[in-house]
T-cell receptor
Framework: DAKTTQPPSMDCAEGRAANLPCNHSTISGNEYVYWYRQIHSQGPQYIIHGLKNNETNEMASLIITEDRKSSTLILPHATLRDTAVYYCIVRVSNGNQFYFGTGTSLTVIP | DTAVSQTPKYLVTQMGNDKSIKCEQNLGHDTMYWYKQDSKKFLKIMFSYNNKELIINETVPNRFSPKSPDKAHLNLHINSLELGDSAVYFC????????????FGPGTRLTVT
């Protein structure tokens, strides 16, 4: 499975959009991009995933570049409760590995 | 209702003991997982079961033995506990294939003294 690279930390002002980048330059054509987050001391929470097209759900939007070598998770209106570690993961469909990596620690500032 | 529950939430025990952590999901999912998160916050898959059958078994000491009595339960038994086993253990479940949208439990913090 492809590895991912994320900035270790980011800050975002409350109410503003949080844009979390992820590089996955070695991604293969059949690998999906997944995003999870882990709020302090809780279990990870699924956010969104995609293959090629941009995706949006009630939590966030996922923008995948045309070459698929990078993606951005967008939280449109960040709140204090969005402070968490955000993990970008790529995996092969029906693959048997799922690496969480080190993630990006997002702090939403009042 | 809690979707994925784990018991106990905290477990403190001495080296050499045997302990179990229980996990139950009420989502009707086919696949369940055990993850370990160490002190550096690295989260790593240990095992995965699909419909009570083991489908993923990472390089984990054989002191760790998962057991799935039915597809709603996946328990983790650990023999001869060592200091390095201290970590937070998360159970998760998903519908369909391995690693599809996973729902995680609250975690069990294991401390071995």
């Amino acid at each position: 499975d492809a590895k991912t690279t994320q900035p270790p930390s980011m800050d975002c002002a409350e109410g503003r959009a949080a844009n979390l980048p992820c590089n996955h330059s070695t991604i293969s054509g059949n690998e999906y991009v997944y995003w999870y987050r882990q709020i302090h001391s809780q279990g990870p929470q699924y956010i969104i995933h995609g293959l090629k097209n941009n995706e949006t759900n009630e939590m966030a939007s996922l923008i995948i570049t045309e070459d698929r070598k990078s993606s951005t998770l967008i939280l449109p209106h960040a709140t204090l409760r969005d402070t968490a570690v955000y993990y970008c993961i790529v995996r092969v469909s029906n693959g048997n590995q799922f690496y969480f990596g080190t993630g990006t620690s997002l702090t939403v500032i009042p | 209702d809690t979707a994925v529950s784990q018991t106990p939430k905290y477990l403190v025990t001495q080296m050499g003991n045997d302990k179990s952590i229980k996990c139950e999901q009420n989502l009707g999912h086919d696949t369940m997982y055990w993850y370990k998160q160490d002190s550096k916050k690295f989260l790593k898959i240990m095992f995965s079961y699909n419909n009570k059958e083991l489908i993923i078994n990472e390089t984990v000491p054989n002191r760790f033995s998962p057991k799935s009595p039915d597809k709603a339960h996946l328990n983790l038994h650990i023999n001869s506990l060592e200091l390095g086993d201290s970590a937070v253990y998360f159970c998760a479940s998903s519908q369909g294939g391995a690693f599809d949208e996973q729902y995680f439990g609250p975690g069990t913090r294991l401390t071995v003294t």
